[in-house]
């Protein structure tokens, strides 16, 4: 189906049976005028149409109608489909206050324009976007979480080094560019974004929005964007978001009449060996990529795509979110996030621990004994570099913002053995709240291991108990609230179903969807889909419903109906 628009006004051609005939009738008699949010729909142009208006002596009508069959047949011609990438899965990828690194999908229904997806560490999604005249191309995150539309600026800072390693918009290339120089600055999880905006036309698939207003970022700090391999982000959000007040992209697309209806829906494809990314459908659904009716939860809070969730439930647990819980849907999240306290139930539930005392363990088994071999022979701060933990080049410093934490969360704790004051030994008072030097959490580690071993091994206590209360050093990392958790990736067969109840429908996440292999220095590390943030009133507690969600449920975002519906991916 294609659909063409002529500025505001617009002829609605509904094809087949006796609703044909009757608006073909009244199409021969005149241009009927629709709001222009409408479109024209021509599924197809029957002779019998083209007679009618002939027979009318409407030469005029029938020439329109003709020239809307042969756009009908252009239009289709034009769909882009493009196939998507696909990379392999880091742990490096899933830092939880990376907000801008991932996202979006989507796909397309009769008619729907289909933006193909890439699919970038599988906490990533991004697709092909074009602006000016000629277009330019980015790589762009389609992300419901935020509204606008930025992409890197020819005229980015000298210092961006983030800016210089992507792609850049040109002014003086397109011959649509509009000065605009208002200034422009947002902050996301992972860092703030400045520049100014411009307007100017865009280019998704086989559509063209005029006149788009959009942000050229001259500053992007935050390694989270250096990294990226995408150039910029597209916002899907409601416009009561919008920094600046610029009208986000899908509004201007329902504006100009650019698509069938007001939706557009993602499907992202989580199986590892698809060639295919995702989808992003915009102005329909892909009947392909779901099965089964949609669910719908009303939009509760209009700015992010926020809707009630009335529970989550874990078997053998007491469930969480009981009362009812905000929630929204966030393509430009990769994880599923909820309060601290809440995921901290799960990941025990389902018998994660955390990624950094996990690794702990994992270091003392393996280098304790050469700790205690060479601790008495050279200066603390060399032992650690010289068994390869730490950077040479750098003097290790004990207390670090981890070890500070991991202090103050063990006082809080009753265990009998890992006393509070053997911490105090371990790091001492003037180094806690000393800032973070090196960048490695197995610096770190070694080097709160280097101190205990000193203390341990001048109080004459054995390689056995000493390991026994490194052990103990471990397990206290484990109360870091924002800490990754893990799993035995041997043992996922037997973890339980996590359920969602939203409206009145739950939607149950399996062991193999809520958790990622990752790739994590050659070896697989099963990592757990659920993060811990704590979000302030009043805009949380909230649940981040990321692509662990959206991965295994195809999502509609209604912007008519003010709605988001979600149906088992197929």
């Not at 493009?82 to 392999?88: A, E």
């Not at 054995?462 to 490194?470: F, M």
């Amino acid at each position: 189906m294609a659909y063409l628009m002529r500025r505001k006004h617009a002829i609605n051609i509904m094809p087949g049976s006796n609703r044909s005939k009757t608006n073909a009738d009244g199409a021969c008699k005149s241009v009927s005028v629709l709001d222009h949010r409408q479109i024209v729909q021509v599924a197809a142009c029957t002779v019998d149409v083209l007679q009618r208006c002939m027979m009318r002596s409407s030469h005029f009508v029938a020439a329109v109608l003709a020239a809307i069959c042969v756009t009908s047949v252009s239009a289709q011609d034009q769909v882009v489909k493009v196939s998507l990438d696909k990379r392999t899965l880091s742990a490096d990828a899933l830092a939880p206050q990376k907000r801008a690194e991932q996202l979006g999908l989507l796909q397309s229904s009769n008619g729907g324009q289909d933006i193909p997806i890439l699919n970038f560490l599988d906490a990533q999604y991004y697709g092909q976007i074009g602006l000016g005249s000629p277009p330019q191309e980015f790589m762009v995150v389609f992300d419901t979480g935020s509204s606008n539309l930025w992409v890197p600026s020819s005229q980015c800072s000298w210092f961006s080094i983030a800016c210089d390693l992507h792609h850049k918009y040109h002014a003086a290339n397109s011959a649509t560019y509009q000065k605009n120089n208002t200034k422009f600055a947002i902050q996301y999880g992972s860092g703030s974004l400045s520049g100014f905006f411009s307007t100017d036309n865009l280019t998704l698939g086989s559509l063209e929005v005029q006149q788009q207003t959009f942000a050229e970022a001259t500053k992007e700090p935050g390694l989270a964007f250096v990294a990226a391999k995408f150039d910029g982000i597209l916002g899907l959000g409601f416009p009561e978001i919008s920094v600046g007040g610029a009208v986000p992209p899908f509004n201007n697309m329902m504006d100009q009449g650019l698509v069938k209806d007001p939706v557009f829906s993602f499907w992202l494809n989580r199986n590892v060996e698809g060639k295919q990314g995702g989808e992003l459908t915009l102005g329909g659904v892909d009947p392909a990529h779901f099965k089964g009716e949609h669910v719908w939860a009303p939009v509760t809070r209009r700015g992010y795509w926020q809707i009630a969730m009335d529970s989550v439930k874990v078997p053998g647990t007491s469930g969480t979110c009981k009362d009812g819980c905000k929630a929204i849907a966030d393509s430009g999240t990769s994880l599923l996030v909820g309060p601290s306290d809440e995921v901290a139930a799960i990941n025990l539930a389902i018998g994660a621990e955390g990624v950094v005392a996990a690794q702990c363990r994992s270091l003392v088994k393996a280098y304790l004994p050469q700790l205690i071999k060479i601790i008495a022979t050279m200066p603390p701060d060399q032992v650690c570099a010289t068994i390869g933990l730490c950077d040479a080049q750098q003097i290790p410093t004990p207390a670090r913002k981890l070890l500070a934490q991991t202090l103050m969360q063990a006082q809080q704790t009753q265990q009998d053995d890992l006393p509070p004051e053997l911490l105090r030994q371990i790091i001492p008072a003037e180094q806690r709240t000393a800032e973070k030097v090196g960048d490695s959490t197995q610096c770190q580690i070694c080097e709160m291991a280097v101190n205990y071993v000193k203390v341990a091994l001048a109080n004459n206590e054995t390689e056995t108990q000493i390991e026994d209360k490194l052990a103990g050093l471990c397990d206290a990392l484990s109360f870091l609230g924002s800490s990754q958790a893990v799993v035995d990736c041997d043992k996922l067969s037997e973890l339980p179903d996590v359920s969602f109840t939203i409206a009145g429908k739950e939607f149950g996440l399996t062991p193999e969807q809520y958790i990622l292999k990752v790739d994590a220095g050659g070896e697989a590390q099963c990592i757990s889909g659920f993060m811990g943030l704590d979000i302030p009133a009043p805009a949380g507690p909230l649940w981040i419903m990321g692509d662990i969600f959206l991965g295994a449920y195809h999502t509609v975002f209604d912007y008519g109906n003010e709605r988001v519906g979600f149906a088992e991916a197929a």
